[in-house]
């Protein structure tokens, strides 16, 4: 049973009047356009090779090799079924989705290929090439990420519009930044496909990079399934928690003991870290926040 996400809005929108029904059936063959095309402003076309580009937004980093020369192939011997997008610049193209049909068509010899041609903004290729490699479940979590992160810092978007614009949850986004925080070496990793994205979401969950770096390395040794190294995980924070407590404890007073259970029930709360800071009589309770979507529900926690 194929897996339902929620991208997209239909194929209906996409198609003019003035499309034939041989057009129409040809679009209606790629599942991208039927879920990402959303504008009346599109046309079907047989666009030369030579004058499309690369899209410089493009999430995807990584190709299989052995994938595409197998798409090649089959280029060859049935030529392209399925059209890729595009957006006009100037007298050129630039890709939208279908970067591996293009690349293989390339491979193959031909001239030509079917695009359904569209006039839209940066931000706008840039969501559909995004949607377009979720929905085909084509982009390593790394790559999911810095796409995520890509739109917050290129276009100003919050974790929330962005969660928005591709059909995920905010707490999902939020999850995937997280990955940004690992290692190089592990996320060189996760983009080979030595660790899954369980694998990945459970070390964002720790901030010492030598760590991270020596579990995962047990994971590729040990072929560690995400539930051992949730175990491993939960242990090492165990014993952080509690060298901290021990620490924190020795030498402290009834009333340092009493703000120290007020963080823990805080913190508790509000789902992040909170510090209560003492000065005599008078102190501060620190509330600490991710980002301005995490302000906002902590904000509606107070309310």
Not at 60 to 89: H, M, N
Not at 219 to 229: D, G, K, M, N, Y
Not at 267 to 288: C, H, N, P, Y
Request: net charge negative; with cysteine; glycine share 4%.
């Amino acid at each position: 049973m194929s897996k339902k996400t929620g991208l997209g809005k239909g194929l209906s929108a996409l198609i003019p009047d003035s499309l034939s029904v041989q057009e129409t059936s040809l679009i209606k063959q790629s599942k991208l356009e039927q879920d990402t095309i959303t504008t009346l402003e599109s046309e079907l076309r047989q666009v030369p090779i030579a004058d499309i580009d690369r899209n410089p937004y493009q999430p995807r980093t990584v190709f299989d090799d052995e994938k595409l020369a197998e798409l090649t192939t089959s280029v060859q011997e049935v030529g392209v079924l399925q059209p890729i997008l595009l957006r006009e610049q100037n007298d050129r193209y630039e890709l939208i989705a279908g970067e591996r049909r293009w690349l293989a068509a390339r491979r193959a010899g031909l001239s030509s290929i079917p695009a359904v041609v569209r006039r839209i903004k940066d931000i706008e290729s840039f969501e559909q090439a995004i949607i377009e490699n979720l929905h085909r479940e084509d982009l390593n979590p790394i790559d999911e990420a810095v796409a995520y992160h890509r739109l917050m810092d290129e276009f100003s978007m919050t974790q929330q519009q962005v969660a928005e614009k591709v059909g995920r949850s905010r707490p999902a986004i939020s999850n995937s930044l997280r990955l940004l925080h690992l290692s190089s070496d592990v996320q060189r990793l996760i983009i080979d496909g030595a660790l899954s994205s369980g694998h990945a979401r459970c070390l964002a969950g720790l901030t010492d990079r030598k760590i991270q770096e020596k579990l995962a390395s047990r994971i590729v040794s040990e072929a560690l399934s995400v539930r051992q190294l949730e175990a491993i995980v939960s242990d090492i924070q165990d014993e952080n928690v509690h060298d901290s407590k021990q620490k924190a404890i020795s030498g402290m007073s009834v009333k340092e003991a009493a703000y120290l259970e007020v963080e823990k029930i805080l913190s508790e709360r509000f789902d992040t870290k909170v510090s209560v800071v003492s000065r005599g009589k008078r102190g501060q309770i620190l509330i600490e926040f991710a980002d301005p979507d995490d302000l906002q529900r902590i904000f509606n926690i107070l309310e």
